[in-house]
């Protein structure tokens, strides 16, 4: 008798495991239970089916060669059954047997299985504030909120709308309304930062200005703490700590939860948080159940501590992974070290492995080195300033993570791309240094920004480079931090530090980098210098100078005015 | 008293070594010794500046920051001597001095090191036919080369150009001519493909096509035997053993050499081909002497044989590791893997590690696996078919090699940077897999391009998916071989298939994708089927699943016609 494979869950990591089984073991039985009757969609491109980038909702379910994928595609051209609008009520694993009823029509059922598949996803979380089920409010959870959203975007109901949560499906969701739909979009953000967790504070502030300069407002640190509605339910105002928001369309975008509970009331174990939990074969605690996707827990490579990862990408390999192992293939998924990548507006953001923040938060001394420079050849048409920041641990000079922000395109991708199988494989600061980046002048420089941004970590942990955070500069310069003996040594061009000099003339001094060592002799004595040029190298090489030349108080501004001019301060300007 | 650093050759490895050395070790005396007068230059933006894309030479001599780094420039902001137009004749090992002459003015000198680097670079291989030395015959040696060319251009003397080798430099100048200038330029190449021992013939194929879509005209597998003049010393005609090709100009990039001869003469060690030997620190045989770029002989991590990798970019790192050894810091070079990467007018190709003919003649028992497919979500309005073909070991699943061809853009140096890394740490298929590549709509797909070839390559390996070289194919459909048993099975859409069907009755059957299982019964019998889709994984599904019934004799269309209509065969619209 054929073996049995029941797959319950058909979005991302189910569907990939049920096709993949069906391969390798053709004479097996597979068949997939889903309670929606939209299956196999591309979740990933709700924002952009929001928007109207793709017209219509086919198209995320849809191959390569415009087939939609729905039961009678999986069961034609895959071979599998499809059973939707089917819900797996509990898993008997003593007779082994997946008990389901129908959605629409209400009847129950059995399915008998050999080998079990959970890939039963994850749910939105919802804050559990006052208003929070009224109407006009969505999250982003299925393919059927992302139709009723566009469905009232068409109708012209919507002017304004608050996005709660300034995460990446939040910042997307802002703006697919702002850019297309011409909505006045806000986003709230509990934390102090967009993407928190992802990109350290300078990174965030950059695409904050950047989704200011684009007409979405960032209100950091508050909490929606009340909804209003019109009398009839709908909503009309987000209550914040701070301020109160009109609207006519809430996105929650609160992150999401894994759907642990079918595995847990199995006695299946979950962990904590309700994730499955797995082993590196992605089978859960009974050897004849394995888990995918957004309902299980992961590793982080990094940090070397259970993650969650709830990312298609991630689904996708896992999928494989159950249908390999299923099939006797002794694949592994090991973990992640968190890439990540996302459009806003005209530039892209990413990271690969851990923040600063999160590695100080797991106790490492690690420091952050910044390199902003062209992303190709300076001399080529199109080059636009790439930024790299590069995580590391002092220690033992480990790589814990890259962030970048560029100009949209895949120039950012080809970097963390690069740094992802690297930070996996505990490389250090010289392995990027060394790092074989392809090379031509319509693609990238001799020195590439991300070998450029180990220089700057080597040099960085070495001692010999000393900088001052951004943070720090801006308070100082803000006059939010009183530091008398401070002075800044603008290296730029004359006409590029002279409207500086107009503005700060107490503590603003300029000397051109060719000119230093020369004229050294004549810097004001006493100060501790923050030297500044555009993007921190040729501050670099005048501290290394001025060091041996006995003047240790200068601090380098990393990233320069580069990253400064980046983060919508503006006293230059006063 | 200061040590004493002295460095030959002021292009790419000397000044980075340079440079460094300074910051590292601030009161050494270093010197910079060089012939041209010219340094400091990207050299490989010339294609770029012959074309007028950078339209001034000192671009390619400038900073980020726009300083030209002229002698001046590395005296007053990197603290260093520069001597230009000044020859480095010998080195004096036992004295310690390096004799040098001054090329304008004929004077004699000795210049005292306590440790010196080498960064002679290379010269360009001259073919040694005769009329080689006429007019109009450049190589691409240096600035002055360059410029020259350029004023040729721009007196309007060239209506027809020959480029003599169709490796990276003579495309990039083919292009350059083409495009912008609008001259007629035909490339003539020795090997029977374009890029020869970088790319497999598939990938070549596709390059030459495009080359020809954009009107450069490429004749392989012919080699030039004679330059004819005019009378008066100008060339005015190349010939061929297959033609005679009419021009004004003629640009021989028939590869480079290293210019070891000084460190020859000087009793160092030097290899057969003349590169000088250099260890992991970038050492030469006389430990007070170092040597870095063009000029050394390297060693390549996938072979595990020493190589010769004359790029900028290795020069910059391997200049780097030069100066932290001279400064006590143990930095490594411990060789390349060959990321390389190009633009040809409105596409990219690119690879890193070896290419399967390359694996093949070191005797690896390899095979080559293509992915083709969407660069992003494929319901994203930006996307383009991305070619990605892996090599890889059968014995051990060593990945050996990436190779790419995609619409121009960043797209496939994100794929080949992240290749690189793991190619010289050995990583395996199962590595690409599961590499965790950055992941949003706007940027890539859930399966990745590179991650699908890596999954290709393991059912290659693995033995489930079998598949037909595109040269037998072609040579099937050419008509060129008889194979009386076999039969095309096409599983697109109807009205994709229908004009095949029509043109070759005899040989292409039609079942769609997913009717197979219904239908798979009413194939013609005794037939080997090649089974072809557009991208090539419709064709592996039914693969597995035709040998599921017991019908083992298919063999699978590597990319599908995706490749072959790449290929500029017309035989299909007969």
């Given at each position: 008798?054929?073996?049995?494979?029941?797959?319950?869950?058909?979005?991302?990591?189910?569907?990939?495991?049920?096709?993949?089984?069906?391969?390798?073991?053709?004479?097996?039985?597979?068949?997939?239970?889903?309670?929606?009757?939209?299956?196999?969609?591309?979740?990933?491109?709700?924002?952009?089916?929001?928007?109207?980038?793709?017209?219509?909702?086919?198209?995320?379910?849809?191959?390569?060669?415009?087939?939609?994928?729905?039961?009678?595609?999986?069961?034609?051209?895959?071979?599998?059954?499809?059973?939707?609008?089917?819900?797996?009520?509990?898993?008997?694993?003593?007779?082994?047997?997946?008990?389901?009823?129908?959605?629409?029509?209400?009847?129950?059922?059995?399915?008998?299985?050999?080998?079990?598949?959970?890939?039963?996803?994850?749910?939105?979380?919802?804050?559990?504030?006052?208003?929070?089920?009224?109407?006009?409010?969505?999250?982003?959870?299925?393919?059927?909120?992302?139709?009723?959203?566009?469905?009232?975007?068409?109708?012209?109901?919507?002017?304004?709308?608050?996005?709660i949560?300034?995460?990446?499906?939040?910042?997307?969701?802002?703006?697919?309304?702002?850019?297309?739909?011409?909505?006045?979009?806000?986003?709230?953000?509990?934390?102090?930062?967009?993407?928190?967790?992802?990109?350290?504070?300078?990174?965030?502030?950059?695409?904050?200005?950047?989704?200011?300069?684009?007409?979405?407002?960032?209100?950091?640190?508050?909490?929606?703490?009340?909804?209003?509605?019109?009398?009839?339910?709908?909503?009309?105002?987000?209550?914040?700590?701070?301020?109160?928001?009109?609207?006519?369309?809430?996105?929650?975008?609160?992150?999401?939860?894994p759907?642990g509970?079918?595995?847990?009331?199995?006695?299946?174990?979950?962990?904590?948080?309700g994730?499955?939990?797995?082993?590196?074969?992605?089978q859960?605690?009974?050897?004849?159940?394995y888990?995918?996707?957004?309902?299980?827990?992961?590793?982080?490579?990094?940090?070397?501590?259970?993650a969650?990862?709830?990312?298609?990408?991630?689904a996708?390999?896992?999928?494989?992974?159950?249908?390999?192992n299923?099939?006797?293939?002794?694949?592994?998924?090991?973990?992640?070290?968190?890439?990540?990548i996302?459009?806003?507006?005209d530039?892209?953001?990413?990271?690969?492995?851990?923040?600063?923040?999160?590695?100080?938060?797991?106790?490492?001394?690690?420091?952050?080195?910044?390199?902003?420079?062209?992303?190709?050849?300076?001399?080529?048409?199109t080059?636009?300033?790439?930024?790299?920041?590069?995580?590391?641990?002092?220690?033992?000079?480990?790589?814990?993570?890259?962030?970048g922000f560029?100009?949209?395109?895949?120039?950012?991708?080809?970097?963390?791309?690069?740094?992802?199988?690297?930070i996996?494989?505990?490389?250090?600061?010289?392995?990027?240094?060394?790092?074989?980046?392809?090379?031509?002048?319509?693609?990238?420089?001799?020195?590439?920004?991300?070998?450029?941004?180990?220089?700057?970590?080597?040099?960085?942990?070495?001692?010999?480079?000393?900088?001052?955070?951004?943070?720090?500069?801006?308070?100082?310069?803000?006059?939010k931090?009183?530091?008398?003996?401070?002075?800044?040594?603008?290296?730029?061009?004359?006409?590029?530090?002279?409207?500086?000099?107009?503005?700060?003339?107490?503590?603003?001094?300029?000397m051109?980098?060719?000119?230093?060592?020369?004229?050294?002799?004549?810097?004001?004595?006493?100060?501790?210098?923050?030297?500044?040029?555009?993007?921190?190298?040729?501050?670099?090489?005048?501290?290394?100078?001025?060091?041996s030349?006995g003047?240790?108080?200068?601090?380098?501004?990393?990233?320069?005015?580069?990253?400064?001019?980046?983060l919508?301060?503006?006293?230059?300007?006063?």
């Amino acid at each position: 008798m054929s073996q049995k494979i029941v797959v319950i869950g058909a979005v991302a990591a189910g569907p990939k495991a049920a096709c993949r089984v069906k391969r390798l073991l053709p004479d097996a039985e597979v068949t997939v239970i889903d309670q929606d009757d939209l299956i196999s969609y591309g979740g990933c491109g709700i924002p952009y089916y929001v928007s109207g980038d793709v017209p219509d909702e086919k198209e995320l379910r849809s191959t390569s060669f415009h087939m939609v994928r729905d039961e009678r595609f999986f069961r034609e051209a895959k071979g599998l059954r499809v059973r939707t609008l089917t819900r797996a009520v509990s898993i008997d694993r003593k007779e082994k047997v997946v008990k389901v009823e129908d959605v629409s029509k209400g009847g129950k059922d059995t399915v008998p299985y050999d080998k079990l598949v959970i890939a039963t996803g994850s749910r939105p979380n919802v804050i559990p504030v006052p208003g929070r089920d009224l109407r006009g409010i969505f999250t982003i959870s299925s393919l059927q909120q992302a139709i009723a959203i566009k469905d009232l975007l068409a109708k012209g109901k919507v002017e304004r709308a608050v996005v709660i949560g300034g995460g990446a499906i939040g910042i997307e969701m802002a703006e697919s309304l702002a850019d297309l739909w011409g909505i006045e979009t806000r986003i709230v953000e509990f934390m102090p930062q967009v993407l928190p967790g992802i990109v350290d504070r300078t990174i965030a502030s950059m695409v904050e200005q950047h989704l200011r300069e684009n007409g979405v407002e960032v209100f950091t640190s508050e909490a929606a703490q009340r909804f209003d509605d019109d009398g009839e339910g709908w909503v009309t105002k987000v209550v914040t700590n701070g301020r109160e928001l009109p609207c006519d369309l809430v996105i929650m975008a609160t992150g999401v939860r894994p759907r642990g509970e079918l595995a847990s009331k199995a006695g299946l174990e979950v962990s904590p948080y309700g994730a499955i939990v797995v082993n590196q074969r992605m089978q859960t605690s009974d050897p004849d159940i394995y888990a995918a996707g957004d309902c299980v827990e992961t590793f982080n490579l990094v940090t070397g501590k259970k993650a969650y990862s709830p990312l298609g990408s991630v689904a996708n390999r896992q999928g494989r992974v159950v249908a390999d192992n299923i099939a006797g293939i002794p694949s592994r998924f090991d973990g992640v070290v968190g890439s990540f990548i996302m459009k806003v507006f005209d530039i892209c953001v990413g990271a690969a492995g851990i923040s600063l923040d999160v590695a100080r938060a797991e106790g490492i001394d690690a420091v952050s080195a910044m390199a902003v420079q062209s992303d190709r050849a300076h001399f080529f048409p199109t080059k636009a300033l790439m930024f790299n920041n590069l995580v590391v641990s002092r220690s033992d000079r480990r790589v814990l993570g890259l962030q970048g922000f560029a100009k949209m395109g895949d120039g950012l991708l080809a970097r963390l791309n690069a740094a992802a199988g690297m930070i996996a494989r505990r490389a250090v600061i010289e392995d990027f240094s060394n790092l074989e980046l392809a090379y031509a002048p319509p693609f990238s420089t001799a020195v590439d920004v991300l070998n450029a941004a180990a220089n700057v970590a080597d040099n960085l942990v070495s001692g010999r480079l000393r900088t001052v955070s951004t943070e720090e500069f801006l308070a100082w310069m803000d006059g939010k931090s009183e530091h008398p003996d401070w002075m800044a040594l603008d290296l730029r061009h004359h006409r590029e530090a002279e409207p500086w000099i107009k503005a700060f003339p107490d503590r603003w001094y300029a000397m051109v980098y060719d000119e230093i060592r020369e004229n050294y002799e004549k810097l004001p004595k006493g100060k501790t210098f923050i030297i500044i040029c555009n993007a921190g190298t040729r501050s670099y090489e005048i501290q290394v100078f001025l060091r041996s030349k006995g003047l240790e108080n200068t601090l380098v501004l990393p990233g320069g005015l580069n990253v400064i001019r980046r983060l919508g301060v503006t006293w230059w300007q006063q």
